[in-house]
Nanobody, 123 residues
Framework: QVQLVESGGGSVQAGGSLRLSCQIS????????MAWFRQAPGKEREGVAA????????YYADFVKGRFSISQVNDYTTVFLEMSDLKPEDTAIYYC????????????????WGRGTLVIISS
């Protein structure tokens, strides 16, 4: 059974930083795409960043370019989202997701999802 577990959410002031982690277990395929999505109150879920096995290539939403960075550990079981210069509009539940084929920032086609971790940015 594939499981994704996010951690690292919390509450910080604008301009601060957070690092989210997502650990995947039970996944037996040699390659995968792991991605971060977020959903703010009253808004639709949107893609934030994604990375394919081996950290090539990576994908970022325009609204996080230059502020967020996605990376993986060497065995590709954990993916991180380093977030800096956080803004109140970054407040959302952040979800980790994985898919076997293809990679990108659309939630359509994602095979597995975590339960999310809450990020609150105060002004």
């Amino acid at each position: 059974q594939v499981q994704l577990v996010e951690s690292g959410g919390g509450s910080v002031q604008a301009g601060g930083s957070l690092r989210l982690s997502c650990q995947i277990s039970g996944y037996t395929h040699t390659s995968k795409c792991m991605a971060w999505f977020r959903q703010a109150p009253g808004k639709e879920r949107e893609g934030v960043a994604a990375v394919y096995t081996g950290s090539r290539p990576t994908y970022y939403a325009d609204f996080v370019k230059g502020r967020f960075s996605i990376s993986q550990v060497n065995d590709y079981t954990t993916v991180f989202l380093e977030m800096s210069d956080l803004k109140p509009e970054d407040t959302a539940i952040y979800y980790c997701a994985a898919r076997k084929v293809g990679c990108g920032l659309t939630d359509y086609g994602m095979d597995y999802w975590g339960r999310g971790t809450l990020v609150i940015i105060s002004s």
